[in-house]
């Protein structure tokens, strides 16, 4: 293969991958040779190669033999001009984290030191775990009300005792903790039962893995591997969706470990039932165990994890100060989602700390002008009406006109219900947006739906995926 060759496929990977990853792990990668069905890679570090392995070299393997190459396996070597020595790679899923005082966000990979020629690491040897985040355990996780179900199913399954649902369902939008919830059962049993295979892997490395077997021709290998498991963590499930080959082999996976009585935990993004594109054997196994919802976090659960975060920084940094109110009025307008939360308070440590200064409001304002200005997005009557509408199927002149059918009032009273949730409107503005109706018939229907949320789950998951799709 010519370096030409592996530019174009780099070109390809990067759209996979996404920029990010792209310009952490790709790029930084020096073809050297393919011999013998071995392409051979530098990397500037030995950590570099390990992490790469786990979580990318399914893909390369995969878009090189695309383009016509015949490889095998990949290599990973260090730079010769690397400080490390040389070495291929080969990882697995490290000790529980011993608690550091500095936040430096790690993952514990262990590598061994096989001098290397032409040896590689191969994913299908042994069960390569993913890397589990050591920052994300029980003890930094903040619980309220949004997530205290999804902690404490959490914590059950890590005790490691009797099987009691099978599967575990996490399931909830962008940035609310599922990761760090599945993260912190791994690193719990580890410690607790050390004598379980836990394999955490996302679902994406899942269906890599398979790809793999099926060219490969060592589907028996795969099979085997993934039914002597204990505990199988997939993370993000929703990834297999439409992706019919991959997702009977999760399915038969799946099957052979609840007969064997093994622990499966799975996160989505949505309820199984929503997975667009999931079969339907596949979301029916997936309701059979417990499912539950981490719900969008509340000013408190904000407030929470900010003061957990800056207690953990100034184990680290004592002198660090924060005028009074900063992180009230953080948690009050960075409502999306957490990791932008944290995203903020992390830059405003790295600014205060570069210009030697107290956090207090006007440095925040300065630092996160950015940040505060997309968070300022309001949501409208208008959007409302119109994202309620296309849920229910229905012309947005039928929201708003004077149609009394069920199939149209429903629909209106959630969008009421909505209106007054999530906007600043009073009730008669609500009234006259929807054909210039009263406001006592609008809190009729804001009430209507505030009771059928407790009675009729149909209406409670309709009104949860449209607010999540507004504040999205
Ligand atoms: N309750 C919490 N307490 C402490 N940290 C939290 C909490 N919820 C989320 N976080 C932090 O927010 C960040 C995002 O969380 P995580 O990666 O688990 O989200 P996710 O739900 O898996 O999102 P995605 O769907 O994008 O994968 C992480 O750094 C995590 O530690």
Not at 43 to 58: C, E, I, K, L, R
Not at 120 to 125: E, I, Q, R, V, Y
Not at 334 to 362: K, P, Y
Request: with cysteine; charged share 25%; net charge neutral.
């Amino acid at each position: 293969m010519t370096q030409e060759k592996w530019g174009q496929l780099r070109q390809k990977l990067l759209k996979t991958v996404g920029q990010n990853n792209y310009s952490t792990w790709i790029e930084p990668l020096e073809f050297q040779e393919l011999h013998d069905g071995v392409a051979v890679f530098t990397v500037p570090t030995n950590f570099m190669g390990n992490y790469v392995s786990q979580n990318f070299a399914d893909l390369i393997l995969y878009e090189l033999n695309s383009s016509g190459e015949s490889v095998q396996r990949i290599a990973f070597r260090v730079a010769a001009n690397s400080p490390a020595r040389p070495a291929t790679a080969t990882a697995s899923v490290g000790k529980r984290p011993t608690e550091s005082k500095h936040a430096t966000p790690t993952t514990e990979t262990v590598s061994t030191d096989t001098r290397a020629t032409g040896s590689a690491f191969d994913p299908l040897d042994s069960l390569q775990a993913a890397p589990l985040d050591a920052r994300f355990t029980f003890d930094s996780f903040v619980v309220g009300k949004p997530n205290e179900l999804a902690h404490a199913a959490a914590r059950r399954v890590s005790e490691g005792g009797p099987v009691t649902f099978n599967p575990l369902v996490l399931y909830g939008g962008v940035g609310l903790g599922k990761t760090h919830l599945m993260h912190a059962i791994a690193w719990e049993l580890k410690s607790k039962r050390p004598d379980l295979n836990v394999l955490y892997l996302s679902a994406e490395q899942f269906m890599y893995r398979f790809v793999q077997a099926l060219r490969e021709r060592r589907m028996m290998d795969f099979k085997h591997l993934f039914r002597s498991v204990d505990v199988l963590m997939v993370d993000d499930v929703q990834f297999i969706a439409g992706k019919d080959s991959t997702q009977e082999e999760f399915f038969h996976t799946f099957n052979a470990l609840v007969d064997q009585n093994k622990q499966i935990i799975i996160s989505a993004d949505r309820a199984p039932g929503e997975i667009k594109d999931l079969e339907d054997r596949v979301k029916s196994r997936l309701q059979c165990g417990l499912v539950v919802d981490l719900h969008p976090t509340d000013y408190e659960l904000r407030l929470g994890i900010l003061q957990n975060k800056v207690q953990q920084h100034k184990a680290t940094y004592p002198d660090l100060k924060i005028a009074d109110g900063v992180l009230e009025f953080l948690a009050h307008r960075i409502s999306t989602n957490v990791r932008v939360l944290e995203g903020a308070l992390t830059r405003l440590f790295a600014f205060a700390s570069l210009v030697g200064r107290e956090i207090d409001m006007d440095l925040t304002q300065d630092c996160l002008a950015d940040v505060l200005r997309a968070s300022e997005r309001k949501i409208t009557v208008e959007e409302i009406q119109r994202k309620v509408s296309d849920y229910y199927n229905i012309r947005l002149s039928d929201i708003i006109g004077p149609k009394r059918l069920r199939s149209y009032a429903r629909p209106r009273q959630v969008a009421m219900y909505l209106c007054k949730q999530l906007t600043s409107r009073s009730l008669p503005e609500i009234g006259r947006r929807f054909g210039g109706r009263d406001h006592t018939t609008v809190m009729h229907g804001v009430k209507r739906i505030e009771e059928l949320k407790l009675t009729d789950g149909q209406i409670a998951e309709d009104v949860e995926m449209l607010r999540r799709a507004l504040e999205a």
